[in-house]
């Protein structure tokens, strides 16, 4: 299930680049490969080091926002192994490269840059080190979240040079970890970029100003702690769950929101005593990336309805016990416009849950059954310009109403 909507979420997001360039899909696009080194930092281990590599596709969506989807391979010592053996850690990536003076100066094709990262991902850890027939510590996979910091020096037409840093966050009990899990990699490389045309990069209803498009949102619904659906029919395994999130319409199609959420869950429920599993608080932060799916071929001038799928993910924590961890989300987001400052609307939301925040597994035994099912209502007021959002038909010269 995990896989499945890593690998959706990667088609939405290419669907969404394409739309944003029509036939034009090739133009500001690259490839970059390299590798260099690999530091992992665990709390029961004494930071070994060892190889790290990989490398990515990536296009620029806005003028400057870069979507980078890739790969790296880690090898270097898991935190199981106590006799100094390696095992192999293989890194999916989706990540965002912020160009800094492309939003605040006029765009010029720099030779010397630096792109902040930031990203979601997941990793996947082996289940054997390099002895033969060794299975010790079994397989090992979970989400990560990622900042880094990425330096291309121009060298040819189309080629570049570079440098990148990046810092994984793992969950703390990744590879049986123990506190503050992380990766840290080093690598040299180089970039191949395809049709490179940096004033092409600005579309034709991105936000125009960085004051303009914010908005803030806040509502409440229902929530159903899933595990694997089973129970559904159980009112005593429904909560209420309130919700305030914060973002930016960057563009006509994307969006990035920051949220807040989370009151109360259950455990998996008691069979022998037919009753609702144990209730506990929790608080999810996660930032969502939507596409707007109602301005997949255009901007339509008056429309009202905004169909928006995203995913997402962020750190989730339970207070009993204070245990924390990473959960990934997936949802639909439904916007009404209402008049120039205001929206409602539904979303409905699945957030898989870790077991050992979850408090136990579904009846397959997949992690990825364990999940609250939210369906919340409420309401968005946008500041400033809106021009990304909504705007009025030619032959009107106002219309606020329903």
Known sequence: MKKTLFVALLL???????AQVGSDFGVNMYVSAGGGMTIYHNM???NPTGFAGGMSVGKWIL???ALNVGVDWMRVQSNINTEGKKSDFVHLNVEFMWDVMSTFYRIRNWRVNAYPMIGLGYTFRDSTSYALYDDEG?????FHTSLGLYVPVR???GWDVFAEYKCRFMPQIFDNGGGDVMMHSIKLGVTKRFFNSPYNRRTEYESKNTTEDWFIGFGIGPNFSSFDFEHFNKLSMYSVEPELFFGRNFSNFWTLRFELSGLFAHES???LNEKSGKNYRFTHLHADLMCNLSHVINFNRGHRWNFMPYAGAGPIWRYDNVRFDMAADAGLFVRRYINRVGDIYADLRYTMIPPRIAGGTGPSGNVAGDAILSLTFGYVHNFGQSSTRYRIPLNQTIDCAL
């Open 44 to 46: 029961n281990n004494d």
């Open 138 to 142: 079994g397989r090992d996979n979970d």
């Open 155 to 157: 060298v040819a037409q």
């Open 12 to 18: 939405l997001l290419f669907t969404g680049a394409q």
């Open 269 to 271: 429920y008691d069979t």
């Open 63 to 65: 003028s400057p926002l």
